[in-house]
């Protein structure tokens, strides 16, 4: 059985399917999971920084993995890829001067795309573009052993990640290790026409660091789903500059029915005693 939680109800329940769930909700109930609607916890895990109360670490936090959103992220990552890599950013502002002129093409082989975050979507992205011929690269905790993709690991191995690689890829999860690690540090050491794409959480990215970035010539391009804040404030730079492009964080969005069939799924699996996946770390924050 269902239903839609509404304040007051305080009925039992043995699963809670929660994106920002109101204290309440929550807090001081038997439940035997909690699952998040979306990918990244971000959100809730800060929740439970305030109300810790909310959610006991006896009870498990389950997040969705994939369910319809790594095809999303490599429809998103392939077309920019392809869109700088043809160059159709230099070709617009051609035609935005009214001038005819070919350009030299770029080398699919010189054109590599690091990946930050080489997790499920991660890895579901660095997939969709082993076919185009760019060298791929992926920086995570753990290293990976996946073919024909560099794996780089770690805070010590981030250097050696950045450098060379011309598009950037975001799909870090917020943690406290990665909020605002896109920064001036980080963007001095890819190399000058650089281009980011950012489809993770806004607070990886310092924002004024980015538009420096864009003015002095590092980076070419960015796109951006995501921003520090959603909405993006009227007020912000980022909307009116040339070289920055941006959707408002749709670059993934929860499909529910594929979403609720790999919940029940879980819910199955938790109930004949089965190992299951998609559990949170609470501790790591991912
Ligand atoms: P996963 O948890 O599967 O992957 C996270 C990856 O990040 C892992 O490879 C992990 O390393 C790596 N990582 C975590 N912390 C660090 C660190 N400190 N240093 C280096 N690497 C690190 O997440 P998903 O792939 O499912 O999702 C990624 C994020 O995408 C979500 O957290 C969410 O923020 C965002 N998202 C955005 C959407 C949108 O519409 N814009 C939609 C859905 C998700 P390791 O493999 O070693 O554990
Ligand atoms: C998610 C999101 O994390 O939609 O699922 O951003």
Redesign the pocket.
């Known amino acids: 059985r269902v239903r839609e939680w509404k304040a007051g109800d305080n009925q039992p329940a043995d699963y809670a399917l929660v994106w920002h769930p109101p204290v309440e909700m929550l807090q001081g109930r038997a439940l035997k999971a909690v699952f998040a609607l979306?990918?990244?916890?971000?959100s809730i895990l800060s929740k439970l920084r305030d109300h810790p109360d909310m959610l006991p670490l006896s009870i498990p936090l389950f997040?969705l993995?994939?369910t319809g959103?790594g095809r999303?992220?490599q429809e998103y990552a392939v077309s920019q890829v392809l869109h700088w890599f043809r160059r159709f950013d230099d070709y617009q502002a051609l035609k935005l001067a009214s001038r005819w002129q070919p350009l030299p093409e770029y080398r699919a082989d010189e054109f590599t795309i690091g990946i930050?975050?080489?997790?499920?979507?991660?890895?579901k992205v660095a997939e969709s573009l082993q076919p185009w011929g760019f060298p791929l690269r992926?920086?995570?905790?753990?290293r990976?052993s996946w073919p024909q993709v560099q794996s780089f690991?770690?805070?010590a191995e981030l250097g050696g990640f950045l450098q060379g690689t011309r598009v950037l890829i975001n799909?870090?999860?917020?943690?406290a290790?990665?909020v605002g690690i896109i920064n001036q540090t980080l963007l001095a050491q890819l190399p000058d026409e650089s281009y980011l794409l950012n489809?993770?959480?806004g607070v990886h990215v310092v924002e004024e660091e980015l538009l420096a970035a864009l003015n002095n010539g590092k980076l070419k391009g960015a796109m951006l789903?995501?921003f520090s804040r959603e909405p993006l404030p009227q007020e912000s730079p980022l909307w009116a500059h040339p070289r920055v492009a941006m959707t408002p964080?749709?670059?993934?969005?929860t499909r529910p029915m594929e979403a609720i069939a790999y919940i029940a799924g879980t819910i199955s699996r938790l109930e004949r005693g089965e190992s299951v996946s998609g559990q949170v770390d609470r501790q790591?924050?991912?």
């Open positions: 979306g990918a990244g916890v971000d997040r993995e994939d959103m999303q992220m930050m975050g080489a997790g499920v979507l991660g890895a992926v920086w995570s905790r753990s990976k690991a770690g805070q799909l870090l999860p917020n943690t290790e990665t489809l993770a959480r789903d995501v964080h749709v670059a993934a969005v790591r924050g991912y």
